[in-house]
């Protein structure tokens, strides 16, 4: 049995090394007898890149290591919470001293309200909010009010936007099902799929079309305002304040799903970045500084509907926990102290992306790199990439040998061409250069 070699060859080794004796590819076989695919989510599996999944032992600002002592630089920063990188000292003093009082109740705590009052002062829209444990619980709440508070049934999405994988919003192509190219997931009832209307991104024609067939029947339009879910793409002038015009116009409400912007781009997210005023905004990644910890708010009328003041059911037993409210209070703290960390991030994206653009240039690949803020993709396409179809042009198997001779090289990229690069507040001054220097070696072999 694999484990008990491992047991055994972790015994003869020496004794103060932290990292597994065993290779990657040992430890997922043993993943693998256990845990479908060998992970509990699958991009992680590493299929669209060809690649054994790397086993992780820890990570320390720009760095993770994994369980044969291999470092790299981490574009991925655990799919974009980690803004400061690995175990910023700050969040790590705050959690370890809630963990001192418990770690959690199932009763009310002043953090709850201190976080709260955080995210509304930076978000206008949101004048209420309320605490839940992923991205998607928060997306299927968001859609539930919305439909409790129109009393209607149907939703828009946009093609190539994930909203996590709740029943209602998993009807198209998404994070990884992009990757998977599946038409949706067994499981889902047809019902319900046929309550959600799917519409191309970044395309207000269409999108007025459908409101003018079934505008009166739809309670809510859901949308990334920064797409990151079929790797970055940005909105063209005008799509998200057609999205809001027609929201209003027909009564339907507008919901943006901030899970990866919210206090990504900036603090008050993408639509303090744009200047917009959706009615309920989803939260996650950041606002958890690493711990499962999302949200959902918005309208004060809309959030006075939910139990116990109104009709509309949501709860969690987790939902406020006391180690993850700390981390994401000590995130936003330290994200409100920095004053030019925004800018930061930007100069170093930027500065990747151009990199990245004439390093491809060189080479004579198609390429196409897409960037907002901190948040970049390069898409192996001539572009531009503007929409699913778009980005779904790219050459998949060409990402995939990048992926692989970037993980030699030592930098961790997202193992799907439709997904974001993210840079951190934990990254060196020279950190770029080195990942430039390391990526012109790594083309150099494709
Ligand atoms: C990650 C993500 C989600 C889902 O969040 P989980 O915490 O993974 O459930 C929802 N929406 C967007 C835009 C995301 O990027």
Redesign the pocket.
């Known amino acids: 049995m694999p484990h008990t070699k491992s047991r055994q060859a972790q015994k003869s080794k020496d004794k103060t090394s932290p990292y597994s004796p065993c290779s990657h590819e040992e430890l997922y076989q043993e993943a693998c007898q256990v845990i479908p695919g060998g992970v509990n989510?699958p991009v992680r599996a590493c299929q669209a890149v060809g690649a054994v999944p790397r086993f992780v032992k820890r990570g320390l600002g720009s760095r993770i290591y994994d369980e044969n002592g291999v470092e790299y630089i981490d574009l991925v920063c655990s799919?974009?919470p980690l803004i400061f990188g690995h175990r910023p000292p700050s969040v790590a003093k705050a959690v370890s001293a809630a963990l001192d009082f418990g770690s959690t109740f199932g009763a009310p705590t002043i953090a709850e309200t201190t976080l709260a009052k955080l995210i509304c002062r930076h978000m206008p829209s949101v004048e209420m909010v309320r605490l839940v444990?992923?991205?998607?619980?928060?997306?299927m709440s968001a859609i539930r009010l919305a439909r409790g508070a129109t009393n209607r049934d149907r939703i828009i999405k946009f093609n190539g936007?994930?909203?996590?994988?709740a029943d209602s919003l998993l009807v198209a192509a998404g994070?990884g099902l992009a990757t998977f190219s599946l038409p949706g997931s067994l499981g889902v009832p047809k019902a319900l799929a046929n309550l959600t209307i799917t519409c191309p991104y970044n395309d207000p024609e269409s999108l007025t079309e459908i409101f003018r067939q079934i505008g009166h029947e739809v309670a809510a339009v859901i949308v990334?305002p920064i797409?990151?879910?079929m790797g970055v793409v940005p909105p063209k002038p005008g799509f998200l304040e057609t999205a809001q015009n027609l929201c209003r116009e027909y009564g339907a409400l507008l919901i943006f799903?901030?899970?990866?912007?919210g206090f990504r781009v900036g603090l008050g997210g993408a639509q303090g970045f744009y200047g917009l005023k959706p009615d309920l905004t989803?939260l996650?990644?950041v606002i958890g500084g690493g711990l499962?910890l999302?949200a959902f708010g918005g309208r004060r009328d809309l959030m006075e509907l939910l139990a116990p003041l109104g009709g509309v059911y949501q709860a969690g037993t987790l939902s406020g926990n006391p180690l993850a409210v700390a981390a994401g209070i000590a995130t936003i703290e330290r994200l409100e102290e920095e004053k030019g960390l925004y800018g930061r991030l930007d100069f170093m994206s930027s500065r990747l992306a151009e990199g990245l653009t004439e390093l491809a240039k060189t080479k004579g690949l198609p390429s196409c790199v897409n960037r907002v803020g901190s948040m970049s993709t390069l898409f192996f396409t001539e572009g531009p990439v503007y929409d699913f179809d778009s980005a779904s042009r790219s050459d998949t198997w060409l990402y995939g040998a990048w992926y692989r001779a970037m993980l030699k090289e030592g930098v961790w990229l997202p193992p799907s061409q439709f997904e974001t690069m993210f840079v951190s507040a934990g990254f060196l001054f020279d950190e770029i250069d080195i990942i430039l220097d390391r990526a012109e070696n790594a083309l150099a072999t494709l």
Request: net charge negative; aromatic share 6%.
């Open positions: 989510s799919w974009g444990s992923s991205g998607t619980e928060a997306a936007c994930y909203h996590g994988h994070s990334e797409a990151g879910n799903d901030e899970v990866i912007t989803v996650g990644k499962p999302a």
